[in-house]
């Protein structure tokens, strides 16, 4: 328990300094914004109970909003992917369902179960917070187009650190 | 009360998870506003630490051109020193005024934060109300149009940036003196649009851009960058794309411009109103 507390509160900083250190400086163009944070909310153990995985992922969000100056955009956009993240894992199960105290990794799972579970919460995670910064309807289809992309560069980026992880 | 608490049990998730959802958006709805200054007198002193040491690394990576810069911009203020010597010993000699003379103010600061890829962008100075600056301030890079200044505490300050979709500024055509309004579309971070110039005026792809002075807080004829394209839509306006000069990607140091006789201006301007 104790272990697997220090273990998250060490992936949660990572994550947020590469997040911050990184990836909010790259700026590679307007439409092309990779959020990686959100991979602490994916990593998360299955049995986690709602509650906490939603304060969990408030205080993400809320932490990644200091740090750009930006107060609500990512606490509102992260919790609304704590929230589905219950349910994606129900649509999404595996036929013989989840084995229990597991983690949801690329490891237990599978390549391609980790990518359509990174790839749903990423994409409900990167509509709800890029509509929330534009914050009007006028462009629609531009704000869709960033939302596309970002959420392409966001999947491969969490896709690499997973990788990366499941090698050491 | 027991069907009561039967309800919450059953949907607490869904309860706690309105509730965040609730606290964010009232932070969003209310801290977003960088007038009412709290978010940025507060929280952001936390995180400004970390802000000033990824600065002070990125600056020096780039010290080559801002070294660059600043050599032209001392040719620049030197040509005109010469010219001012000269003007001097005509039979009118210039006395330094503050009351009657002077009308805006320069403070020079640095860019410690800044932002091109989000839609509404913001940059952070690394000056503030303790070094006279006050809100509403022109911002200026060289001397081109980089943003207004929207929040201040002590030591720091919050510019919007031109690359932010709430900016608004009133820009003329240098050639013609035709003005309207300029703001950006969002798109690139190099390109803005001048919109409500009518159609029977000329423009040419090269013209320059510059501020009008009417609302203000830039002073007149401050360079926004030269047209880059423009279009004809609806009946009566062009829509041009105005190429800008300032590099939002590479702002470091800036200018801080106060306007002294602002407040005279808008309290004769309120008595027609």
Redesign the interface.
């Known amino acids: 328990m104790i272990n697997s507390i220090l273990r998250f509160s060490l992936i949660f900083i990572l994550l947020i300094l590469l997040q911050?250190?990184l990836f909010?400086?790259?700026?590679?163009?307007?439409y092309?914004?990779p959020y990686v944070y959100i991979m602490f909310i994916l990593l998360l153990p299955m049995e986690i109970p709602?509650?906490l995985l939603?304060?969990l992922?408030?205080a993400t969000?809320l932490t990644i909003?200091?740090?750009?100056?930006?107060?609500?955009?990512h606490?509102?956009a992260t919790?609304?992917a704590g929230?589905i993240r219950p349910y994606v894992l129900r649509i999404i199960s595996p036929r013989d369902g989840y084995e229990p105290n597991s983690d949801p990794s690329m490891v237990t799972y599978g390549f391609t179960w980790f990518l359509t579970y990174t790839f749903l919460i990423v994409l409900v995670h990167h509509t709800a917070l890029f509509y929330?910064?534009?914050f009007?309807f006028a462009?629609f289809f531009?704000t869709m187009l960033r939302v596309i992309l970002s959420t392409l560069f966001s999947v491969t980026f969490i896709l690499l650190i997973e990788l990366y992880r499941r090698g050491k | 009360m027991r069907s009561l608490l039967n309800f919450l049990a059953r949907y607490?998730?869904l309860i706690?998870?309105l509730v965040?959802?609730g606290?964010?958006?009232?932070?969003?709805?209310?801290?977003?506003n960088y007038h009412n200054g709290r978010?940025v007198n507060g929280?952001?002193g936390?995180?400004r630490g970390?802000e000033e040491r990824?600065n002070n690394t990125r600056t020096y990576l780039s010290l080559r051109e801002i070294n660059e810069a600043l050599a032209t911009e001392n040719v620049a203020l030197r040509n005109n020193m010469a010219k001012l010597v000269k003007k001097g010993n005509s039979a009118f000699t210039s006395v330094t005024d503050s009351i009657y003379k002077q009308q805006y103010t320069h403070t020079s600061a640095e860019v410690i934060?800044n932002?091109?890829?989000?839609?509404?962008n913001?940059f952070?100075l690394n000056k503030g109300s303790r070094q006279g600056i006050k809100l509403d301030m022109a911002v200026t890079s060289g001397n081109d149009v980089a943003g207004v200044i929207v929040g201040c505490s002590e030591n720091y300050s919050?510019a919007m940036s031109l690359l932010n979709?709430d900016f608004k500024l009133s820009a003329r055509i240098k050639s013609n003196g035709y003005f309207g309004s300029l703001s950006w579309?969002?798109?690139?971070?190099r390109y803005a649009v001048l919109s409500d110039i009518p159609q029977h005026v000329t423009v040419n792809v090269g013209d320059t851009i510059e501020t009008t002075g009417y609302s203000a807080i830039f002073p007149e004829g401050v360079v926004i960058g030269t047209v880059s394209d423009y279009d004809k839509v609806g009946g009566d306006f062009y829509k041009i794309i105005v190429s800008m000069k300032t590099d939002f990607?590479r702002l470091h140091f800036v200018d801080i411009i106060g306007n002294m006789k602002k407040t005279e201006e808008i309290e004769l301007e309120k008595q027609f109103q």
């Open positions: 911050v250190l909010n400086n790259i700026q590679f163009s307007g092309v914004n709602s509650w939603l304060i992922s408030f969000g909003d200091l740090f750009s100056g930006s107060p609500g955009m606490s509102s919790v609304l929230f929330l910064e534009v009007r462009d531009r | 607490n998730n706690i998870f965040l959802e606290i964010a958006i009232y932070l969003l709805a209310t801290g977003n978010f929280v952001r936390l995180t970390i990824i934060n932002s091109t890829n989000r839609q509404k913001f952070t919050v979709l579309d969002g798109r690139s971070y990607r």
